[in-house]
């Protein structure tokens, strides 16, 4: 072994007599530097993107929330308020009320929700930390309202506008025709204390209104809510908590995690992670061929040093696993070169902001050692597979010949 290594490296650092072999292995050995790099920073990229919307989801979504199996509301009781202050995982737990509304402003309207929340709701959801205008709500004002920045956008509202308020408008609750269209609708006139910013879908969808406010438009009873939302301690598994919660609360109550609030963008992105793995896996197996073209030239070039190794007692393995170890340096060395490069890179977009999406909003890069790991494995694994497939050219009758 240590033989068939020694002269594998002298051949990998010398020059082959015929000018032609050493482009070709530069060559594979660039294309080698230039797929580990782009691997490396691809998967960087989307850790960075994935750690940036799962940042806009903390501010969008509780921890677990719990709703009605059938129907829109249902009615928040002692016997579930006291589960849930039993659970030593709950960190703090908010009733809500989420209905289709109306919004109008001047000459300008928007369908969105109207959601009613408890004056401990930023203890569940931190969403006072992504005001962009204004401020979250205060108990000690009535009537005020929280909107969207896709809201504020669209119905050219602003926070603290004093001589113009912000009408929400849901039809009245009832069977029949509607004879006067005037009176099919109950509104609420409500003053626009502040805009917070979140996700495409998220600031385009929600008012923020206090619980009783929200349950004096929709005409519901005390203790009516459409859902409850928990914060959880640090450190706990909200997959138990949610199996413990679901066991408590019955059959009545389905009880959904961050996750499966999200399920449709966790899958989405975890697609679209492993498909650009795979495709830039494929680039870096388009650029092993020229690893197995380089190798199967030096087997050539090095003929005669073979018969000769071969005639001082030297195994055919032997002489084969100078090539397999050849050829598996010669992707080591391009990998190690493509990593560092690809290092350096997301470390530079992550201090400057190289690439940029806005003005001020460079794009989201992380790098994690995972990312690290799978690239070097990757490209060590399908190396090895090319040296092996290189090497197998050689014969006793191609040596003798």
Known sequence: MKFSLYIAKRYLFSKSSTNAINIITFIAAFGVVVGAMALFVILSGFSGLRTFSESLLRVSDPDIKIVATKGKTFESTGAIKSILTGNYAIKAFSNVLEERVYLKFKDKNHIAYIKGVTSNYNQIVPIDSSMSVGKWLDSAYRNTAVVGYGISYKLSLGAYNFVDNLQIYVPKPGKGFIINPNKAFKSIDAQVVGVYYGSEEFQNKYVFTDISLARNLLSLDDHVVSGIEIALKDDVDSD??????????????????????????????????FISYLIFTLIIIIALFNVIGSIIMMIIDKRKNLKTL?????????????????????????????????????YLQMSYGLLMIT???????????????????????????????ASSRISSDFINQ
């Not at 084969?320 to 493509?338: H, P």
């Open 240 to 273: 138990e908590v949610r199996d413990s919660l679901q066991r408590d609360l019955g059959k009545g109550f389905v009880v959904k995690t961050k996750k499966q609030l999200n399920e449709l963008y966790y899958k989405v992105v975890n697609t679209e992670n």
């Open 310 to 346: 071969f005639n001082l007692g030297c195994t055919l393995k032997e002489v084969k696993k100078i090539f397999v170890y050849q050829g598996f340096l010669l992707v080591l060395f391009g990998m190690c070169v493509g990593v560092i490069l690809g290092v350096i890179l997301i």
């Open 359 to 389: 003005t001020d909003l460079p794009y989201p890069v992380e790098f994690r050692w995972s990312n690290l790991c799978v690239v070097m494995l990757t490209i060590a694994i399908l190396g090895f597979i090319a040296s092996k497939i």
